[in-house]
C-alpha cells in the first residue's frame, strides 16, 4: 500500500486534537470528526492556538502554521472518512461505544483502509474482532500531551497482519513521533508499568504522610521526572487514570493495578485535574 494521502481522527477531545494537530503539522490532509460542529471547532481553535504559539516563538512561518490549519476539515458525519487511507480512533475509553465505531467505519472505509485505536488500556483485539477486517485493525497509542510526547506504541492485536501494522508504524515516523512495536497485552508497554508506579505514588501520599507539592518535589529531583506524579495524574485526567487502573486491574488481577481509593474519591467527587480546574492542584 501506498504512502497515506488523507487521514482522519474520531473523537477531537485532548487527545484527539493533539493527534489531529501533528498530522496537520507533518503536511496531511486530516478530516476531524466530532459529534456537533461546536466541540470541532473548539478543537480547531485548540490546534490553531498551539501552532500560533509555535509562530510567536519562532518555531513556525505564520504560513505555514495557517497553511496546516486549512488541512484540518471537520465534520460530524463518519461517512466523509471513506476516502482516508487511516482512520486513528481517539473517543471515549470504552468498550462497547468502540466497537460500535468501529464496525461503522468498517463499512464506510475502503477496504485498503487501515483502522487505529488510540485506546490505552482497552484490547485491541476485541474492538478489531467489531469488523470485518481484524487483519487491518492496529494499535496508535499516543502519550499525553500528544503533540509534545515522541512516544507512540504501534499495537499488534491477535490477527493483525504486517501490511498494516507497518503502515501504522511509518506513518507515526512520518509525523514526527518515535514509534515502538508491541503486542495487544494489558497496557502494552509504557501503562504496564506507568499505570501501577502511579498508584503506588498515590499510596505513598497517605503512608508516608507526605504533601502532594513534597512528593512531586521528591520524585522531580530525587528520580528526574520531568513533572511529579500528582501533576501527571492531574494532566492525565483523575477520571482516565482511574478508568486505565480498573481495566488494568480487571485483566491482570496485580493489587498495584487497582486505582487507590483516594483517587477513586477525587474522581467521585469532580475533581478530575486540570480539565476541571482542580485535582491534586487548583488551575
Ligand atoms: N497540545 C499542544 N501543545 C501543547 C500542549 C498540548 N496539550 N501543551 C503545551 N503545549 C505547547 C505549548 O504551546 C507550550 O508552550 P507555551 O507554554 O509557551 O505556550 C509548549 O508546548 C511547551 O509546553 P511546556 O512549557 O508545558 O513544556 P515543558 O517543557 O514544561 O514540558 C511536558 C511539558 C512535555 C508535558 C513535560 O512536563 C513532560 O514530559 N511531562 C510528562 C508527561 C507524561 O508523562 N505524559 C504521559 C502521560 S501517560 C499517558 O498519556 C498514557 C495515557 O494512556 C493515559
Not at 39 to 58: N, P, S, Y
Not at 200 to 210: F, P, T
Not at 234 to 257: C, F, N, Q, W
Request: net charge negative.
Amino acid at each position: 500500500m501506498g504512502e497515506i494521502q488523507k487521514v482522519g481522527v474520531v473523537g477531537l477531545g485532548a487527545m484527539g486534537a493533539g493527534i489531529a494537530q501533528l498530522c496537520v503539522e507533518a503536511g496531511v490532509d486530516t478530516v476531524g470528526r466530532e459529534v456537533t460542529a461546536e466541540l470541532g471547532e473548539k478543537a480547531r481553535d485548540r490546534i490553531g492556538h498551539f501552532l500560533t504559539r509555535k509562530v510567536e516563538k519562532g518555531q513556525l512561518d505564520q504560513s505555514a502554521r495557517d497553511e496546516a490549519v486549512g488541512r484540518l476539515t471537520l465534520t460530524t458525519e463518519l461517512e466523509d472518512f471513506a476516502g482516508c487511507g487511516l482512520v486513528i480512533e481517539a473517543i471515549v475509553e470504552e468498550l462497547e461505544p468502540k466497537r460500535e465505531l468501529f464496525a461503522e467505519l468498517d463499512r464506510i472505509c475502503g477496504p485498503e483502509a487501515v483502522l487505529a485505536t488510540n485506546t490505552s488500556a482497552l484490547s485491541v483485539t476485541e474492538i478489531a474482532a467489531a469488523t470485518t477486517r481484524p487483519e487491518r485493525i492496529v494499535g496508535m497509542h499516543f502519550f499525553n500531551p500528544a503533540p509534545l510526547m515522541p512516544l507512540v506504541e504501534i499495537v499488534r492485536a491477535e490477527l493483525t497482519a504486517d501490511e498494516p501494522f507497518e503502515t501504522a508504524y511509518a506513518f507515526g515516523e512520518r509525523i514526527g513521533k518515535t514509534p515502538i512495536r508491541c503486542h495487544d497485552t494489558p497496557g502494552f508497554v509504557v501503562n504496564r508499568v506507568l499505570i501501577p508506579l502511579l498508584n503506588d505514588c498515590i499510596r505513598v501520599l497517605d503512608e508516608a504522610r507526605v504533601t502532594p507539592e513534597d512528593l512531586d518535589t521528591g520524585l522531580k529531583n530525587g528520580a528526574g521526572w520531568p513533572m511529579g506524579p500528582c501533576a501527571l495524574v492531574d494532566l492525565v485526567g483523575i477520571d482516565v487514570h482511574v478508568h486505565a487502573s480498573e481495566a488494568l486491574y480487571e485483566k491482570t488481577r496485580e493489587p498495584r493495578m487497582a486505582p487507590p481509593p483516594r483517587l477513586v474519591a477525587m474522581r467521585n467527587a469532580g475533581l478530575l485535574g486540570r480539565k476541571s480546574g482542580r485535582g491534586f492542584y487548583s488551575y
